[in-house]
């Protein structure tokens, strides 16, 4: 399953590619994805977006909880056109 064009497509694209495997050894973690390459896994998501700013910089890299289903965050604001 390819995901939208993004600028962490590649990231994204590997996490789905290896969800499977990720829930099946780290479930209800955290992953740290740079590229085609899971870095590590870890139990908070701030340890991984803290080891993912000392080894990247501000390069993009991608930090995603490893559950089953995710569910959407819908935000509404009343600001409109602020």
Do not use: Q, W
């Not at 600028?7 to 590229?35: M, N, P, Q, S, W």
């Not at 990247?56 to 909880?65: P, R, S, T, Y």
């Amino acid at each position: 399953m390819a995901v939208a064009d993004t600028t962490l497509h590649v990231e994204l694209d590997f996490f789905e590619e290896h969800r499977a495997e990720l829930l099946g050894r780290a479930k209800g973690k955290y992953a740290l994805i740079k590229g085609h390459r899971l870095v590590d896994v870890f139990d908070s998501e701030t340890d991984a977006i803290r080891r993912g700013y000392h080894e990247f910089g501000n390069d993009a890299f991608l930090v995603k909880h490893i559950i089953d289903v995710e569910v959407p965050f819908n935000f509404t604001s009343f600001n409109v056109g602020i």
